[in-house]
């Protein structure tokens, strides 16, 4: 079992920035690819961004390219999702999750998908005024 827990959230005016964390209790946290999803009131869980074990491959949706970027400290099981810009429709609570990689042998794996990932956080408001 895996625990995630997020932190980093909070309130803030757009164009201002966040950095979110995830602590992760995994016994090797280098199997797993980490993503980061957010869900609105009202609409469903959607991915944000998503970043390899060996954190050499990452991936953005479109709307936050530019402006966020993910990350992960291996040595301490952490990943960072640094967001900048930040606009009101990002308002959100920000979930990461844990993908298990058994085959993953170039450490370049990861997914978009919510049912591809094993583990979740409990998730962290952010929330941006205009």
């Known amino acids: 079992q895996v625990q995630l827990v997020e932190s980093g959230g909070g309130l803030v005016q757009a164009g201002n920035s966040l950095r979110l964390s995830c602590a992760a209790s995994?016994?090797?946290?280098?199997?797993?690819?980490m993503g980061w999803f957010r869900q609105a009131p009202g609409n469903e869980r959607e991915f944000v961004a998503a970043?390899?074990?060996?954190?050499?491959?990452?991936v953005y949706t479109d709307s936050v390219k530019g402006r966020f970027t993910i990350s992960r400290d291996n040595a301490i099981k952490t990943v960072y999702l640094q967001m900048n810009g930040l606009k009101p429709e990002d308002t959100a609570v920000y979930y990461c999750?844990?993908?298990?990689?058994?085959?993953?042998?170039?450490?370049?794996?990861?997914?978009?998908?919510?049912?591809?990932?094993?583990?979740w956080g409990q998730g962290t408001q952010v929330t941006v005024s205009s």
């Open positions: 995994a016994r090797t946290f280098s199997n797993y690819a």
């Open positions: 999750a844990a993908d298990r990689t058994y085959t993953d042998y170039s450490g370049t794996y990861y997914s978009v998908l919510p049912p591809d990932y094993d583990y």
């Open positions: 970043i390899s074990r060996t954190g050499g491959t990452t």
